[in-house]
Each structure stands twice: as structure tokens, then as C-alpha cells.
């Protein structure tokens, strides 16, 4: 148990299909974040929520819409997703504004487009 | 420019031996953390080790130490007497003050242990 729950572990989905990963954590954490994983690639931040607030969106897609209901839930809304899009996508949270703090990872969602 | 650069895309070691797994780093901003995380294949990301820019040790968690040199932005991860389980991937990692909660992460380094 890592802290930081994501489901599902995997998702197969259509390019036209829409679906939800979700991440949770009860660390009592106030930042949340999405990274994709890519092979070969280094991570990429893809969102961050500070306090429920979206503070960072590195230039995603519009076809992904991140949601922050909760300091402890965060979710990853995907609709009309590309191939390219396949890969391993990581929640992580942390306590803000600390810089020798690190992050708590989930274990990810496999996704592949088909 | 690369924040944080790993140049071993893969490693093999012999179990119960040391193994080095190199990384460098840039930044411009004084107040700096590295950090280190192992990825086995289930896909987590488990924190490993921390060392800050003003630390003036070596930081070390059990088999895990870092070769933090300064001057020469490099903050190596050294794993002694490796296990079996420590095949993984790792990666290094850096967080800078300036920027908040941004943490810059490298390629990675594909670890295999040798029985």
C-alpha cells in the first residue's frame, strides 16, 4: 500500500470511447499531480493542483481534463484519445511548497489506445 | 537544455556487489533537492533517497547512498551489496526552490541484478 491509490491499473479504450482514471490519497497531502510515462522518455508533468486549485497544465491536450474534487482525489477525464497517448500514467501528491519533499507515487493506470 | 541527465540506459551488476548509477544535473537556483526513485516493472515509483543543495553529508538510506558533488552537478546513486530485487528502474529527480512543486525528472537507468 503506497498511500496513493490509482484505478483502474489497466484500461484498454477505443478512440472514440470516454473514460476516467482516478487517484486518491489519504497522506493528508495538498498537492496532486499527473505524469505520463512514456517508454524511452523521461516523465512528463502533465497537471498539478495545489489546494484543489489547477496551478499547472504544460500545454495537454484538450482531450484530457484533469479534475481536483477533493485536496484527496484527483481524477483524469479522457475522451477521444489518440494512440499516442498509450502509456503509463502516474498520480503523485505531496505537501506544497516544500522543496526537500518528495513525492508519493501511485502505482499508475496502463493505457492503451486502440 | 536536459535538467537532469542520465547517461546508463542500462546496468548490469553481479548480486552482492556495489553498482553506481550516474546522473547530472543543471540549475541556476541555489536551494535545490535530488531525489532518487527505484520503478520495479509493477509500475510504482518508490522514493529512495533525498540529498539537499545545502546538505554538507552525503546522504544514506540503508544500501543506498548518494555521491553528492557540487561543483560538478552530479548526484550519483550508489546501491551496495546488490539484491535480486533491485532490478528495476531509476530514476534521479531534482526539485527547485524557484519553482515550487515542479520536480524534473531524468530517462532512467534500467538496473539488472545477476544472481
Known amino acids: 500500500e503506497t498511500g496513493v491509490t490509482q484505478t483502474p491499473r489497466h484500461l484498454v479504450m477505443g478512440m472514440t470511447n470516454k473514460k476516467s482514471l482516478k487517484c486518491e490519497q489519504h497522506?493528508?497531502?495538498?498537492?496532486m499531480y499527473w505524469y505520463k510515462q512514456s517508454a524511452k522518455k523521461p516523465l512528463e508533468l502533465m497537471f498539478v493542483y495545489n489546494f484543489k486549485e489547477q496551478t499547472e497544465n504544460n500545454s495537454v491536450p484538450s482531450r484530457f481534463s484533469p479534475e481536483c474534487p477533493n485536496s484527496s482525489h484527483l481524477f483524469l477525464h479522457l475522451h477521444t484519445l489518440q494512440p499516442e497517448d498509450s502509456a503509463l500514467y502516474l498520480c503523485?501528491?505531496?505537501?506544497?511548497?516544500?522543496?526537500?519533499?518528495?513525492?508519493?507515487f501511485g502505482s499508475g493506470t496502463r493505457l492503451t489506445v486502440v | 537544455a536536459q535538467k537532469i541527465t542520465q547517461t546508463q540506459p542500462g546496468m548490469f551488476v553481479q548480486e552482492k556487489e556495489a553498482v553506481t548509477l550516474d546522473c547530472t544535473y543543471d540549475t541556476s537556483d541555489p536551494s535545490y533537492g535530488l531525489f532518487w526513485y527505484k520503478q520495479p516493472s509493477s509500475g510504482e515509483m518508490i522514493f529512495l533517497i533525498y540529498q539537499g543543495s545545502y546538505d554538507q553529508q552525503n546522504a544514506t538510506e540503508g544500501r543506498y547512498s548518494l555521491n553528492f558533488q557540487k561543483a560538478r552537478k552530479s548526484a550519483n546513486l550508489v546501491i551496495s551489496a546488490s539484491q535480486l530485487g533491485d532490478s528495476a528502474m531509476y530514476f534521479c529527480a531534482m526539485r527547485e526552490a524557484s519553482r515550487g512543486n515542479q520536480f524534473y525528472f531524468g530517462t532512467g537507468t534500467s538496473l539488472t541484478v545477476i544472481p
Open positions: 503523485a501528491s505531496s505537501q506544497a511548497g516544500l522543496s526537500n519533499y518528495g513525492y508519493t
Open positions: 497522506l493528508g497531502h495538498n498537492a
